[in-house]
Antibody
Framework: QVQLQQWGAGLLKPSETLSLTCGVY????????WTWVRQPPGKGLEWIGE???????NYNPSLNSRVSISVDTSKNQFSLRLSSVAAADTAMYFC????????????WGQGTLVIVSS | DIQMTQSPSSLSASVGDRVTITCRAS??????VSWFQQKAGQAPKLLIY???SLQSGALSRFSGRKSGTDFTLTISGLQPEDFATYYC?????????FGPGTKVDVK
């Protein structure tokens, strides 16, 4: 049974750096891409980026200059950093597993609400 | 970026109804489409992958089809627990993009 559990600071001031971590419990860590998705309140889903256990990354160009995803294979964890946050970055952030075999995001974390406010 | 145009944006239906939601991709994306169900305060749940394959654990009243660049999700016999928002997503090319969602509520 695969479970993703995520954690991180939920309240930030403008210009600070968002930092979230997702732990993967159960299943293979090396066979998948590990993904971040966000959802502003009342709005739709936005794909942020992904990473493999070999640290190969893909990012959404809309966030490319501010986003960084890293991985700690010794702990089966991966992390998101988003610099210079603004109110527009207020959202629920989800981690997820991307299964390229099926081309789908098949397991998700519970979500972390991040609010950016002065 | 590949745009996923989803329709309708919302619909009202009754228990037992057959509901169909459509996503149109802005270019050919083979069958790299997934469908998700999201309820308030919860993470999205994968229902369909590869346009028409039912995810393990998803109920058989959910089905998906592909016709060219049009993709449909059908709920055959809507149940009370199916009132939710549904999203499509393409995983053909980066950045992976989602449709804007379809909210299914009670008529």
């Amino acid at each position: 049974q695969v479970q993703l559990q995520q954690w991180g600071a939920g309240l930030l001031k403008p210009s600070e750096t968002l930092s979230l971590t997702c732990g993967v419990y159960g299943g293979s860590f090396s066979a998948y891409y590990w993904t971040w998705v966000r959802q502003p309140p009342g709005k739709g889903l936005e794909w942020i980026g992904e990473i493999t256990h070999r640290r190969r990354t893909n990012y959404n160009p809309s966030l490319n200059s501010r986003v960084s995803i890293s991985v700690d294979t010794s702990k089966n964890q991966f992390s998101l950093r988003l610099s210079s946050v603004a109110a527009a970055d207020t959202a629920m952030y989800f981690c997820a597993r991307t299964n390229y075999g099926s081309g789908s995001l098949d397991h998700w974390g519970q979500g972390t609400l991040v609010i950016v406010s002065s | 970026d590949i745009q996923m145009t989803q329709s309708p944006s919302s619909l009202s239906a009754s228990v037992g109804d057959r509901v169909t939601i459509t996503c149109r991709a802005s270019q050919s994306i083979n069958s790299y489409v997934s469908w998700f169900q999201q309820k308030a305060g919860q993470a999205p749940k994968l229902l369909i992958y590869s346009a028409s394959s039912l995810q393990s654990g998803a109920l058989s009243r959910f089905s998906g089809r592909k016709s060219g660049t049009d993709f449909t999700l059908t709920i055959s016999g809507l149940q009370p627990e199916d009132f939710a928002t549904y999203y499509c997503q393409q995983t053909y090319s980066h950045p992976f993009t989602f449709g804007p969602g379809t909210k299914v509520d009670v008529k």
